[in-house]
Structure formats: structure tokens, C-alpha cells
């Protein structure tokens, strides 16, 4: 049902934007940080957290190496929601998260208390983002949004 809200029919209009307006890029910057920096850790405890737009999750792959050779890796990667895909009419490659990996929600109490900054002005932040990326799909709009 979190997901509902980034199916976008009409615009994003501003004032579905309050935290972000209120925010400088800085502290904006600032929270998405803490979120990526969360979410690492996550990875690292073999967990996928899912953000209502999809879920970042480590998968098997396969890396060439010398004669040919191909060698099993884990990648950490970023899994579109089918819905979402389908939605805006998307395409990616099928990749599912493994059955053995268990999927949570950020923490955005920890993420907070992190940042410093209060837990309701992290997640509204993060899903006023996700909005304007949701947005920037609809219109068919070029699309970076970069993690360490």
C-alpha cells in the first residue's frame, strides 16, 4: 500500500512538498547520506530494505575473469517494484532478491538519531524525494539519483 502513493496520474505539485521546500539541498543531502549509509549496513547483515519504490538487496551474479572464467560474486543493486515498472512502462532486467533474504523497511528512528535530525523530517524527506523521482518518471524525465 506504501507503494500507492509513487503511481503517479497527475503532477507533483509543490505544495505535496513541505519538507523538502523547508530543507536546504545540504540537509537534504545530509538525510538521503544517512539513508544510504543505513542501508549499507543492512546489506551487510544479509537484509534488503525496501523503500516504496524498490529495494536495494545484494544478488548473486557472475564476474568474468581471466580464460574465460566466471566467478559467483554478490552484488548490492537497486530492484525496481514490478509495479512501479509496469506502471510507467519500464524496462530492466528481471532480478529477484533471494528467498533466504529476509526484506524490512528503513529504520528512520536510527536514521535520525544518526543525522540529528527529528525521525518524522527524515521520512518525509525520503518520501517527498521518491515523489519527485516518481514525478520525473512520469514526465519521462532523465533520472540520477547517486549512492556511494
Known amino acids: 500500500a506504501k507503494m500507492q502513493k509513487y503511481l503517479l496520474y497527475n503532477a507533483v505539485e509543490p505544495e505535496e512538498l513541505p519538507i523538502l521546500k523547508e530543507l536546504s539541498t545540504i540537509e537534504i543531502c545530509k538525510v538521503w547520506s544517512g ?61 529477484k532478491i533471494p528467498d533466504e533474504t529476509p526484506v524490512v523497511q528503513p529504520d528512520f528512528e536510527e536514521i535520525a538519531a544518526n543525522t540529528h535530525f527529528r525521525h518524522e523530517i527524515v521520512e518525509q524527506c525520503v518520501q517527498e524525494t521518491l515523489l519527485c523521482f516518481a514525478g520525473a518518471l512520469r514526465d519521462n524525465k532523465e533520472v540520477e539519483l547517486t549512492f556511494r
Not at 45 to 56: L, M, N, P, Q, T
Not at 59 to 82: D, N, T, Y
Open 35 to 95: 539513508l544510504s549509509r543505513h542501508i549499507y549496513r543492512q546489506l551487510l547483515k544479509k537484509r534488503a530494505v525496501e523503500i516504496g519504490v524498490g529495494s536495494f538487496a545484494v544478488v548473486p551474479a557472475h564476474a568474468s575473469v581471466a580464460e574465460g572464467k566466471v566467478l559467483p560474486v554478490e552484488r548490492p543493486m537497486f530492484i525496481l517494484s514490478k509495479t512501479l515498472k509496469m506502471f510507467y512502462n519500464l524496462e530492466s532486467d528481471e532480478i
